[in-house]
């Protein structure tokens, strides 16, 4: 089972879920309607096995906003993804012991 965090506006996020459908089962999460809280984001970053940064949409407004940069601290950027949920790079795709992020799409066929 992969645990699909999807943005259906995002052409990116469309394309990756159009990769896995008939291929896994598949449990969507629209993620931004149904946020993950900071020990979620800290277990995903924990399976993906990249820094925190590369989790972060750094071209949203909320991220200057929120008074962060490139050298955020890793506590810091999981609080501003918590609470700007727009602000997590999509899509995320997570099975029982790793995660990938969607892009370029083809990266979520890793986890088959």
Same mark, same amino acid.
């Given at each position: @089972?992969? =645990?699909?965090?999807?943005?259906?506006?995002?052409?990116?996020?469309?394309?990756?879920? $159009? !990769?896995?459908?008939?291929? =896994?089962?598949? /449990?969507?999460?629209?993620?931004?309607?149904? /946020?993950?809280?900071?020990?979620? %984001?800290?277990?995903?970053?924990?399976?993906?096995?990249?820094?925190?940064? *590369? @989790?972060?949409?750094?071209?949203?407004?909320?991220? =200057?906003?929120?008074? !962060?940069? #490139?050298?955020?601290?890793?506590?810091? %950027?999981?609080?501003? @993804?918590?609470?700007? #949920?727009?602000?997590?790079?999509?899509?995320?795709?997570?099975?029982? *012991?790793? $995660?990938?992020?969607?892009?370029?799409?083809? $990266?979520? %066929?890793? !986890? !088959?």
């Amino acid at each position: @089972m992969i =645990t699909f965090w999807h943005n259906p506006r995002c052409s990116k996020s469309r394309q990756a879920l $159009a !990769l896995l459908e008939g291929k =896994t089962g598949i /449990a969507l999460r629209r993620y931004l309607e149904d /946020a993950p809280d900071e020990a979620e %984001l800290r277990r995903v970053h924990a399976l993906l096995g990249h820094p925190v940064i *590369d @989790m972060v949409r750094r071209g949203e407004p909320e991220f =200057t906003a929120a008074g !962060l940069s #490139p050298d955020a601290s890793d506590d810091a %950027l999981f609080a501003a @993804m918590a609470a700007h #949920p727009k602000l997590i790079e999509r899509p995320v795709a997570v099975s029982a *012991d790793r $995660a990938v992020i969607g892009r370029p799409p083809e $990266a979520v %066929l890793d !986890l !088959l």
